[in-house]
């Protein structure tokens, strides 16, 4: 592959992953280890899946129809839906998170309030972003994600004062 920039060519080899200088900024550092990792996840799932695509490209894209964006959202979602889980995955693997809310015999699961949290589950929230380098949303979405997280009506919360938002 090629990439021209004025007077300048470069060639690359297929697969190559450029990444932004931003990227490597120490203030967002852990937002940006999932935004590397949901890219990498993109290269990872195109090799396992290129046969598979392929032939379900050909099956259901036809060239002689007009498909409309929703149409075309579909796929596009699936597959950044398989990015975000899988560099979640890579990021935050079920095991460590369950040894770090493992508390004797059970696993203590954070609540979240309607969104908020209360003082000990937002310091474990935290503690497993630092941990994982990885955002306090990113940690919450994986919570949720493995069946890690309980819901509650925000009013179900007995003490005001002591609400942190997730």
């Given at each position: 592959?090629?990439?021209?920039?004025?007077?300048?060519?470069?060639?690359?080899?297929?697969?190559?992953?450029?990444?932004?200088?931003?990227?490597?900024?120490?203030?967002?550092?852990n937002q940006n280890r999932f935004t590397i990792a949901h890219e990498c996840a993109h290269q990872?799932?195109?090799?396992?899946?290129?046969?598979?695509?392929?032939?379900?490209?050909?099956?259901?894209?036809?060239?002689?129809?007009?498909?409309?964006?929703?149409?075309?959202l579909k796929t596009e979602?699936?597959?950044?839906?398989?990015?975000?889980?899988?560099?979640?995955?890579?990021?935050?693997?079920?095991?460590?998170?369950?040894?770090?809310?493992?508390?004797?015999?059970?696993?203590?699961?954070?609540?979240?309030f309607g969104g908020y949290f209360n003082e000990p589950d937002y310091q474990k929230i935290t503690e497993l972003s630092k941990m994982l380098k990885v955002s306090k949303s990113a940690v919450i979405i994986r919570l949720k994600e493995i069946g890690c997280l309980k819901y509650k009506q925000e009013?179900?919360?007995f003490d005001p004062l002591n609400i942190m938002v997730g």
């Amino acid at each position: 592959m090629q990439i021209s920039n004025s007077n300048e060519v470069l060639s690359v080899a297929e697969d190559t992953i450029f990444l932004d200088e931003m990227l490597l900024k120490a203030e967002r550092i852990n937002q940006n280890r999932f935004t590397i990792a949901h890219e990498c996840a993109h290269q990872i799932l195109a090799r396992i899946e290129e046969k598979r695509v392929e032939f379900n490209s050909r099956r259901y894209f036809n060239s002689s129809k007009k498909y409309n964006c929703h149409e075309l959202l579909k796929t596009e979602d699936w597959r950044e839906w398989q990015a975000n889980s899988l560099g979640a995955m890579l990021l935050m693997p079920k095991s460590t998170i369950l040894s770090h809310l493992n508390t004797g015999r059970k696993i203590s699961k954070p609540t979240s309030f309607g969104g908020y949290f209360n003082e000990p589950d937002y310091q474990k929230i935290t503690e497993l972003s630092k941990m994982l380098k990885v955002s306090k949303s990113a940690v919450i979405i994986r919570l949720k994600e493995i069946g890690c997280l309980k819901y509650k009506q925000e009013t179900e919360f007995f003490d005001p004062l002591n609400i942190m938002v997730g």
